[in-house]
């Protein structure tokens, strides 16, 4: 981790209070992402990647709550710091933008007023000023018409537009950081292609660092430079995303890999049965005491069972999370 | 294990009330309505007759216990029938929509804008009063609630995937109503049962307050009432006794569901998760 | 002249069209037709996969339901063994055409136990004796990857995964010819999807199915699939082999669609194409896709709309540019 990262995550515990039992719904996650950079986390439902994107962004609420470890935005900690501060971050330094558009939208707003808010709350522009820079927003997220656009209310637009202009209003103000999370999921594979770009372009052009949240291994490899795979609450494996698909070191993601039917490999190697995982992810409240994948996990043993690992740094950078890592060069793609 | 305390109080004055009703003749001191003594008229609560007696005599005590016969049966049968009306109008409308549910929509609307105490007393004219015609018009009163509530959770379950299944391997349409929604829809209907229940012995001890359900000398719990209306002030136990019962009964139905409200829902939720 | 009957399709949808009538006026009038189904012409082969592929709203759900008997088509007939299904009841249908639903959650009656829910539609279609019952039921859950011993349980004590394979059992128990698959994977998490298209071709092999895959999912649609056909706008745009519609895609939409899967190599290929899917409502002049299509010319804003053209073996495109771009 370098010291002047933009974001460094430090061993990062969020607890899930059930029954007055509190779990470690993500247990000692640690990243760091520099300025411009793309980081991508990959896990499934469930895996923690959501909730530790809200403790980023200060909007864990009960049961969830940040149980140790810290995080350092521009060299600052953050994770303890009051609503009021965190608010004064949140839409101007750190931003995020959700899967779901329609609910994260105002449905009693014009879109144009819901970007505009963010110039008159954090730059303290006037609401004719900030109306003003609304539709240049909108234009950047080229959203056809912006000046008419900009009276329409959420449910007028389709789901590609109502992206766009969740990504006008996390954007408004140029922040460092963007944390988006599965915000194409719920969209057709032609307007997440469009979607994808865009935040790539524009984070480009602002210099702004982007944190992606998907269960899409293949686009999270495609956006970004750095992948992260999250599993029941541990960050497990963390390496350059060729070296994802390529070189998994883990055993979690080398199933995934192999798992997957990428478009592609029938016509280079013909009809394979897909490799199986066995078993299920386990609840929050009956995670395993030892390595977490242990209990799925075909080379696990007693230490595995016993024994948390801790991360090891790997030759070509990034980490491993495993007491017996899958050996270089061992995953057939 | 959280002590729900709605359930089970409102289940042991429920119940409470039903073994009162039904041991009636065991239990009573006195035959209701024959065992009727001028001479002990208007006696205060005591050791002969532990709720005193009325104006003419009559063992209170006996009278409560006889009317819970009464107040129950006509509780119970009605809301049978209203859930049966109400349920089968409501999963129907929900369940085929179109013109269906339009005109079932339009009863209900109509149901719903007549005050039920005047329809009720309009079938009872037509029909010759007694306990019979006093079922069937509240039993055709008030089933507008149970319609509107079976409605809308069959359109909330109508579109789950086992619904079209069920259509895909062959199952008529009654079929899927009685063996897939309705299972699905029971709890609350459940509740809403439980809670009409206490509306309609309000609504019979009402009618017969009026005089115009159960005639004295019958002992409902409302005619009770009505009859010692003019005693208040002299003889307030011809009025209070009758008048508890009426209370606890309609507060142990409405705890009741309650409690069934909040054992039914979640267990609704975890049992689809 | 008869053709042999090996040689004749399992399932045939002919000019198959489902029309709406929206926000029709006080007296029927003044409405305007949603053409969600627009003349669909298809074709499914004894054992075969056929993957049908489409974004939101191109038709393939409504297409899907007609085979199924849940939607009434406008026109057009669906041949199942050379018989006319549309006008079919219920119950004949259903020893047909059976359907895997995308939601394993919502599919499952929540009060029935396993064993009721694959039993009752055994009853229905008059299997009766006990013990056949109980044989049936056994052999489906084995099929599937599930103990007898889960007969007894309720659908909310087993996984996502395992709730959809029971879909497939209740699905299969019927022994219905052709299987429809709308989205089996989506709602499941990715680890486990792997399992359940394993299962898939595992029993399409071992049973003889047929199945109509309908997928968003390209990965999914290319590694299951014999024959492919792509929806859009209601219309079957391009349809061919797998093989020839994933390496040598003719149809614009279509290239489209497999350049805007995220490469995790991050080798691009062709045109992208942007817009959204145009109003049902209000389609455009000639080709409903000229609007988004990166290469259109003047024939495609012209008044007629392209027709499916066989343009190889196998490969049909309906395009006015099919032959033009290699």
């Not at chain 2, 007696?53 to 009278?63: E, F, H, K, N, V």
């Not at chain 2, 005639?215 to 409902?220: A, D, H, V």
């Not at chain 3, 350049?259 to 080709?287: H, S, V, W, Y």
Request: charged share 20%; net charge neutral.
């Amino acid at each position: 981790m370098t010291g002047d990262a933009l974001l460094e995550v430090d061993r990062l515990t969020i607890a899930l209070t059930q029954d007055g039992v509190a779990h470690s719904a993500v247990k000692e996650v640690s990243f760091s992402i520099g300025r411009g950079e793309t980081l991508g986390l990959v896990g499934e439902s469930g895996c923690g990647k959501s909730i530790t994107a809200l403790a980023l962004i200060g909007l864990l609420r009960r049961p969830l709550s940040i149980g140790g470890g810290s995080i350092r935005f521009k060299g600052r900690e953050i994770q303890s710091l009051s609503d009021a501060e965190m608010r004064r971050l949140r839409g101007n330094a750190i931003s995020m933008i959700f899967q779901e558009p329609m609910t994260a939208l105002n449905p009693l707003s014009p879109i144009g007023r819901q970007i505009a808010e963010m110039f008159v709350l954090h730059k303290g522009a006037t609401w004719h000023e900030a109306e003003r820079q609304a539709v240049a927003a909108l234009g950047r997220v080229q959203v056809p018409a912006p000046e008419a656009r900009a009276k329409d209310y959420p449910h007028q637009l389709s789901g590609g537009m109502r992206q766009r202009v969740m990504i006008a209003i996390a954007l408004a103000c140029r922040p460092d950081l963007l944390l988006a999370d599965e915000p194409t999921t719920a969209l057709d594979v032609t307007v997440q292609a469009e979607i994808l770009e865009l935040i790539r372009d524009l984070s480009a052009a602002e210099g702004t660092a982007v944190l992606m949240i998907s269960h899409d291994l293949g686009l999270i490899a495609n956006m970004c430079r750095s992948v992260g795979v999250m599993y029941a609450g541990r960050l497990v494996e963390q390496q350059a995303a060729e070296a994802i698909f390529t070189g998994p070191r883990h055993p979690y993601t080398q199933g995934l890999v192999a798992s997957l039917p990428l478009l592609g490999n029938r016509a280079r190697h013909g009809r394979k049965r897909l490799q199986e995982i066995a078993g299920v992810v386990p609840p929050v409240s009956a995670y395993p005491a030892g390595c977490r994948f242990a209990p799925r996990c075909e080379r696990a043993d007693a230490v595995c069972r016993d024994v948390d690992p801790e991360p090891t740094a790997l030759p070509g950078g990034g980490h491993v999370r495993c007491h017996h890592p899958v050996t270089a060069g061992a995953n057939a793609s | 294990m959280k002590i729900r305390v709605n359930l089970w109080l409102g289940a042991v004055l429920f119940v409470t009330v039903v073994l009162a009703g039904i041991l009636a003749p065991w239990l009573a001191h006195t035959d209701p309505v024959m065992d009727a003594n001028l001479m002990n008229a208007e006696t205060p609560p005591g050791a002969e007759f532990w709720f005193g007696t009325d104006a003419q005599g009559r063992d209170i005590y006996s009278r409560v216990l006889h009317g819970a016969r009464i107040s129950l049966t006509v509780g119970i049968v009605t809301q049978l029938i209203n859930t049966v009306i109400g349920v089968a109008l409501g999963m129907s409308a929900g369940y085929w929509g179109g013109w269906w549910d339009d005109v079932v929509s339009g009863l209900t609307n109509m149901m719903l804008a007549i005050p039920s105490l005047v329809f009720a007393l309009a079938v009872m004219a037509i029909l010759t009063p007694g306990l019979t015609s006093l079922l069937i018009a509240l039993g055709l009163t008030n089933w507008s609630h149970t319609c509107r509530l079976s409605r809308a959770a069959t359109l909330s379950v109508r579109n789950q995937g086992y619904i079209r299944a069920a259509q895909v391997l062959g199952f008529s349409d009654l079929h899927i109503m009685m063996r897939e929604v309705l299972p699905n829809i029971a709890g609350p209907i459940i509740v809403i049962g439980t809670l009409g229940m206490g509306g309609a012995v309000l609504a019979e001890a009402s009618l017969s307050f009026l005089g115009l359900g159960i005639r004295p000398p019958y002992p409902s719990w409302g005619s009770m009432l009505s009859d010692a209306r003019d005693q208040i002030t002299t003889a307030p136990w011809v009025s209070i006794f009758p008048g508890l019962a009426i209370f606890i009964t309609v507060l142990g139905l409405n705890l009741l569901g309650d409690g069934l409200r909040d054992i039914l829902d979640p267990q609704d939720r975890a049992r689809r998760s | 002249m008869t053709v042999p009957a090996s040689s004749s399709p399992l399932l045939s949808v002919e000019g198959l069209s489902i029309h709406f009538e929206i926000g029709s006026g006080l007296f029927g009038k003044g409405g305007r037709t949603l053409r969600a189904v627009d003349g669909v012409d298809l074709t499914l082969a004894r054992g075969e996969c056929l993957g049908l592929v489409g974004e939101s709203g191109c038709g393939k759900t409504t297409l899907a339901s007609a085979i199924m008997g849940l939607a009434t088509p406008t026109a057009g007939r669906i041949l199942l063994d050379g018989e006319d299904i549309i006008g079919h009841g219920r119950m004949a249908r259903a020893r047909l055409a059976q359907i895997v639903f995308q939601d394993p959650y919502s599919s499952l009656n929540p009060r029935l136990t396993v064993r009721a829910m694959l039993e009752a539609p055994l009853r229905l279609h008059g299997v009766t004796g006990k013990s056949e019952l109980d044989d049936r039921i056994a052999e489906m859950l084995r099929h599937v990857g599930l103990r007898p011993e889960h007969a007894q349980r309720f659908p909310h004590e087993f996984s996502g995964g395992q709730r959809q394979r029971l879909g497939i059992a209740r699905a299969i128990i019927l022994r219905p010819k052709v299987v429809v698959l709308d989205e089996p994977v989506s709602a499941l998490d990715v680890s486990i999807r792997a399992q359940i298209i394993n299962l898939l071709i595992e029993l399409k092999e071992t049973l003889a199915l047929s199945y109509i895959m309908i997928s968003h999912d390209l990965g999914v649609v290319e590694h299951m699939s014999d024959r492919v056909a792509v929806m859009y706008f209601g219309r079957i745009v391009e349809t061919g082999d797998w093989e020839r519609v994933f390496s040598a895609p003719r149809h614009p939409y279509t290239r489209g669609l497999i350049d805007a899967i995220p490469d995790p190599f991050r080798t691009r290929r062709g045109e992208r194409i942007t817009g959204e899917m145009p109003n049902p409502l209000a389609p455009p002049k000639g080709c409903a896709f000229h609007p988004r299509c990166p290469v259109h010319d003047e024939r495609c804003v012209g008044a007629a709309q392209p027709e499916l053209d066989e343009i190889e073996p196998a490969h049909a495109v309906r395009c006015f540019r099919a032959t033009e771009l290699a």
